[in-house]
């Protein structure tokens, strides 16, 4: 089984700067694609930012240039530096990767259980 934790999640002011990151575990031979979305009350969630294997990204149009997506191939970690903060971004942040097991061919997705960004005065 293949396990994705996020933490980082706070209260921030409007303005102010978080760093979510994401920890991959468990029987994981290779990791592809891994993302961060959102997902707001009573909305739908939407991606905010996605990194390929190779360093390639993209963003949601609402966050580019504030938010920046990284990733540690050697530790499965994926790591979002967000900064001017404000207070449109508050939702619940959840961590996304394709991960292949030993043994297979194919990859799976995975989503993590989530972490709350309030951004308020």
């Given at each position: 089984q293949v396990q994705l934790v996020e933490s980082g999640g706070g209260l921030v002011q409007p303005g102010g700067s978080l760093r979510l990151s994401c920890a991959a575990s468990g029987n994981i031979f290779s990791v592809s694609v891994m993302a961060w979305y959102r997902q707001a009350p009573g909305k739908q969630r939407n991606l905010v930012a996605r990194i390929l294997?190779?360093?390639?990204?993209?963003?949601?149009?609402?966050?580019?240039?504030?938010?920046?997506?990284?990733?540690d191939d050697a530790?499965?970690?994926?790591?979002?530096?967000?900064?001017?903060?404000?207070?449109?971004?508050?939702?619940?942040?959840?961590?996304?990767?394709?991960v292949r097991s030993?043994?297979?061919?194919?990859?799976?997705?995975?989503?993590?259980?989530g972490t709350q960004v309030t951004v308020s005065s």
């Open positions: 294997s190779g360093g390639t990204t993209n963003y949601a149009d609402s966050v580019k240039g504030r938010f920046t997506i990284s990733r530790k499965n970690l994926v790591y979002l530096q967000m900064n001017s903060l404000e207070p449109e971004d508050t939702a619940v942040y959840y961590c996304n990767g394709y030993p043994g297979f061919v194919t990859y799976t997705e995975y989503w993590g259980q």
